[in-house]
């Protein structure tokens, strides 16, 4: 199973855009879909997941400013971004955790990631 962001691109500051991710196939046992991003000479940092049950976490930088979505009849998750700042700058990469039992959390899907530039 393949994992395919898209959505990325070059917006000014203050602008918006909507990154998507679609599975290729099936993953049972869902666990959470999320984004995570990484800019350059940094970390990979998790901007935001949404587990199976629904609950939703953001990063403290991206709060009240990105919202994350899921499509439960396929396996999509979706991330809104609005008033980006040019520290948003990064490539971002979408993410399903799945596993049950005591294999909870084993499986980690990664899709290549969607470039996202925002100019000053």
């Known amino acids: 199973v393949q994992l395919q962001a898209s959505g990325g691109g070059l917006v000014q500051t203050g602008g918006s855009l909507r990154l998507s991710c679609a599975a290729s196939?099936?993953?049972?046992?869902?666990?959470?879909m999320g984004w995570h991003r990484q800019a350059p000479g940094k970390e990979r940092e998790l901007v935001a997941y949404?587990?199976?049950?629904?609950?939703?976490n953001y990063a403290d930088s991206v709060k009240g400013r990105f919202t994350i979505s899921r499509d439960y009849d396929k396996i999509g998750v979706y991330l809104q971004m609005d008033s980006l700042k040019p520290e948003d700058t990064a490539v971002y990469y979408c993410?399903?955790?799945?596993?049950?039992?005591?294999?909870?959390?084993?499986?980690?899907?990664w899709g290549k990631g969607t470039q996202v530039t925002v100019s000053s």
């Open positions: 993410n399903v955790v799945a596993g049950s039992g005591i294999h909870y959390g084993e499986l980690n899907y």
């Open positions: 196939g099936s993953i049972a046992d869902i666990n959470a």
């Open positions: 949404i587990s199976s049950g629904g609950n939703i």
